[in-house]
């Protein structure tokens, strides 16, 4: 949405197919930018035959000249049904890095959708080299022209932005406590269970701390039940899904983040945009360098201990060079990617 925001709508507009019904979250923020939203069954539900019909018919109507596809592995369908309704350019950009689905089938699926991206996708994009080789395969990204275009977000507002909102006093927090911050769906992928359970640990070094979750989701009754069992009560707050992400993140001290995977997550992207000292998963990787003091991985495999140790140590640590700063000057700033993607979608249009 930040790009959509950035770029020139004189010459681009937005729209948008979505496979969820409801008003969703950028729902509003689409139409008024004056894009469109047309919502299709998914083929879980009506089968791939149905959605590659009703996906036809609104490529052929409306006669769009680019699909710009974010959906993994169907974008090969994606990309095929655009093919066949005459779209000029058909993109298929990668943003993750792996997946939890496993068996036979799901290979064979994977497979099958990376030779129709193969045979039908002219331009394809990534958010980081993980992500690249994970959707067109290690081989392809490597002898293929895949092009890197970072998750970007508006850097402007972040610099502008007051750090300090009132979290603390809202949540009667002392201003010499520790603030452990998370922003992320409540999915096993996200791995909050370990998350929680390094949380037991720092308080054991560091009583006078909390961890703060922003996000929902269908693990929220399990996590509330380890608050309930660890008496963590009061230490551990799920403040649930946040409309301003960037005030919470301004409160903390440390972003922490232990995904099994990801592809470049937005929210610490932001948090490093804000100066937050962030401590993150080894599946976790971006295609540029932050100083230690900045940016901290550590492997899943580590127990729940060593890494509350290392928080404790990493909160010590002072940083002096600016996150920042390193992410403007690589496209992390979504007006100044907004005008490469104005570029490469008008000089292929």
């Not at 502008?160 to 520790?178: F, H, M, Q, V, W």
């Not at 998350?195 to 929220?220: C, D, H, M, Q, T």
């Not at 799920?238 to 409160?251: A, I, R, W």
Request: with cysteine; hydrophobic share 40%; aromatic share 14%.
């Amino acid at each position: 949405m930040d790009i959509y925001e950035s770029i020139s709508r004189k010459n681009i507009q937005f729209d948008f197919i979505v496979m969820k019904p409801g008003n969703h979250y950028f729902f509003e923020k689409i139409k008024n930018l004056g894009g469109n939203i047309f919502y299709i069954m998914p083929p879980s539900k009506v089968g791939y035959f149905n959605y590659a019909i009703s996906l036809f018919k609104i490529l052929k109507e409306k006669k769009y000249k680019i699909v710009h596809s974010h959906v993994a592995f169907n974008s090969g369908i994606i990309m095929f049904i655009s093919f066949l309704a005459g779209v000029k350019l058909r993109i298929t950009h990668s943003r993750s890095s792996n997946d939890l689905k496993e068996g036979i089938s799901w290979t064979i699926y994977k497979v099958f959708s990376r030779v129709l991206i193969f045979l039908f996708s002219n331009m394809k994009l990534t958010c980081s080299v993980k992500s690249g080789k994970y959707l067109f395969g290690r081989l392809f990204f490597l002898f293929s022209n895949v092009r890197i275009f970072p998750n970007a977000i508006n850097l402007k507002y972040f610099k502008e932005i007051n750090n300090k909102s009132n979290y603390r006093t809202k949540l009667n927090i002392n201003n010499d406590a520790l603030i452990l911050g998370n922003v992320a769906n409540l999915r096993p992928v996200k791995n909050h269970l370990f998350l929680f359970k390094i949380f037991n640990e720092v308080i054991k070094i560091n009583p006078n701390s909390y961890l703060l979750i922003a996000g929902e989701g269908p693990e929220r009754i399990i996590l509330n039940e380890f608050i309930i069992n660890n008496n963590l009560s009061g230490k551990i707050i799920m403040l649930g899904q946040l409309d301003d992400v960037k005030s919470f993140l301004g409160e903390i001290d440390l972003f922490i983040l232990t995904s099994i995977f990801e592809g470049v997550p937005g929210a610490l992207i932001e948090a490093l945009a804000l100066n937050k000292k962030s401590i993150v998963s080894d599946s976790i990787e971006l295609d540029l360098k932050f100083p230690k003091t900045s940016l901290k991985h550590i492997s899943l495999k580590k127990s729940s201990l060593f890494w509350a140790e290392e928080i404790i140590k990493f909160d010590k640590e002072k940083c002096t060079i600016s996150s920042f700063d390193i992410l403007k000057s690589n496209y992390y700033d979504s007006f100044d990617l907004s005008k490469k993607y104005e570029r490469l979608y008008l000089e292929n249009k």
